[in-house]
């Protein structure tokens, strides 16, 4: 049966003054089971997918969420000494692609304007010092080369997808249009542009060429519908979880949420869903709408029952989940460069490379507050280290870029592991080489018509970001309410079988 844990009561008592009261509406299709729909998770794809159904006037759902809050990646932290402490963000942090002049607004700098979230617009190309091991090294020429040589890579993207060429790996990408880096300073540079202003959380030789491609333009690139070419900051002290929260509060009754509610295993079958929880309490429902992380879909952390079929374990195996890991520190006394962004060279790629200075007159000024971020397979190595370990290898880095001066130790220090927390296992997603759209297309599709699928991942256009979750959700709520509404339906179709462009040479490989 159902339960509303006390945590709703405790942790969303705030919103719970802000919520509206709604009577049973007439063409609400209500269940029997403990609801008509369960929503698992309540990240972005999860409350918009709600809200899209309350719109649609079915208010028979439930939100299951595993931890004592709404927003799920979208997580801050205070950090800093007492009196002296600051909200800084653990997950994502940016509006990626805002809006340019009247045209189309990403939809979550609409929230961010519609619920007051402070956001403040970050100079990713202009506002740059540069360093190597030695100290401040001047390769902004460089850094300029680095963001011409990926456009020329994107133009490239866009004529094999005009030719039907396969996908090949941006490593090859830069190899065919002789862009590889030379040395170091060329290194650290093309990090910046793939790794993390595009935030793909992954060397060029783990990314897909095609897919990369479109999910940049198709976000940044007005004249492939993009919103602009702009990063906006959040700096909150709420927290950027503020947008989902707030959000939901206008339209969650405290019956639609159930916080503290691990999932572990699914039972779906042609009389509905049965959702069990890590306490041995279950769920039941009609249709359920899984907005687990991707990394938590190949850790197989749910078990499904009946196992899921084979076409859909391979569409979430042939996708990965990246990893980008902030590395917030707080000073006494600012030392440091004083535009927005630094980069260093170090002889081995992505040693601490990218830092962003937040004690700056546009964000957070007198904080004290530097952070550093790693990505991809160095994140996942100091997931594995001691934090003491960790800071000591930032302190030597950044003692390395200032030799000439007296650098303290840091009165404050954190940063979070997502590749080992259960509940996401890395950070977001992103699509290797010989990406395939059939695979993007099981990834989203409905299994046995009962269990649907919605999340950043699950976005073709947008995977990887906030509002390739959001459309994902909006899109999911539509489509089941339109299932409820018809007295069930297929779902999503799938392809049984994705298959090479051509033959392969041999007709069998296996005696």
Not at 1 to 19: C, E, P, S, T, W
Not at 257 to 274: A, F, M, P
């Amino acid at each position: 049966m159902r339960q509303v844990h006390l945590a709703v009561l405790l942790g969303f008592v705030a919103l719970i003054k802000a919520l509206p009261s709604h009577p049973t509406r007439q063409n609400d299709h209500r269940s029997t089971k403990d609801a008509k729909v369960l929503i698992l998770g309540g990240g972005v794809a999860g409350v918009i997918a709600a809200r899209t159904l309350h719109e649609k006037g079915m208010d028979d759902f439930l939100i299951v969420e595993a931890r004592s809050e709404l927003g799920g990646r979208m997580q801050n932290y205070s950090i800093g000494v007492p009196g002296q402490q600051y909200t800084v963000e653990l997950g994502p942090n940016w509006i990626q692609g805002t809006q340019t002049g009247n045209g189309p607004a990403n939809p979550i700098l609409t929230l961010a304007r519609k619920h007051h979230v402070k956001n403040q617009y970050n100079d990713l190309d202009g506002s740059i010092t540069t360093y190597d091991y030695n100290g401040p090294k001047d390769y902004l020429d460089l850094l300029n080369k680095s963001v011409d040589q990926y456009d020329q890579n994107i133009v490239a993207a866009g004529e094999r997808v005009k030719m039907q060429q396969v996908d090949l790996n941006l490593q090859s990408a830069y190899g065919i249009t002789s862009g590889q880096p030379k040395n170091l300073y060329e290194a650290a540079c093309q990090y910046y542009q793939i790794d993390w202003v595009r935030e793909y959380a992954q060397s060029p030789d783990q990314n897909s060429w095609i897919a990369s491609a479109w999910n940049s333009n198709f976000t940044f690139d007005t004249d492939m519908g993009g919103f602009s070419d702009s990063n906006n900051l959040c700096i909150d002290p709420r927290g950027f979880k503020t947008i989902i929260q707030a959000e939901a509060a206008e339209f969650l009754q405290p019956s639609q949420v159930s916080l503290n509610s691990t999932v572990t295993s699914i039972e779906y079958s042609s009389d509905g869903v049965k959702v069990t929880l890590a306490d041995g309490s279950s769920l039941t429902s009609d249709y359920v709408l899984c907005t687990f992380s991707l990394g938590v879909l190949q850790y197989g952390d749910v078990a499904f029952s009946p196992a899921l079929p084979s076409w859909k374990v391979e569409a979430i195996q042939s996708m990965v989940m990246a990893t980008y890991t902030k590395i917030f520190l707080q000073f006494t006394e600012k030392f440091w460069f004083d535009t927005e962004m630094a980069v260093y060279a170090d002889k081995e790629r992505g040693r601490y490379p990218i830092w962003q200075s937040l004690d700056h007159v546009d964000f957070l000024p007198g904080s004290g507050l530097v952070f550093v971020t790693v990505t991809g397979d160095f994140s996942l190595r100091i997931e594995g280290m001691q934090d003491s370990d960790v800071q000591a290898e930032v302190m030597e880095v950044l003692r390395a870029m200032y030799p000439n001066t007296s650098v303290p130790d840091p009165v404050a220090f954190h940063f979070k592991r997502w590749h080992a927390d259960p509940l996401f296992r890395g950070s977001y997603s992103n699509w290797p080489a010989s990406f395939v759209p059939g695979h993007s297309k099981n990834l989203r599709a409905t299994v046995n018509q009962r269990l649907w699928f919605a999340g950043e991942a699950t976005s073709l256009k947008y995977y990887g970001f906030l509002h390739g979750a959001y459309y994902e959700g909006l899109h999911a709520g539509e489509e089941i309410a339109k299932c409820i509404a018809g007295g069930g339906c297929a779902g999503l179709q799938h392809v049984d079988n994705v298959v090479d462009a051509s033959p392969y040479p041999f007709a069998s490989i296996t005696p």
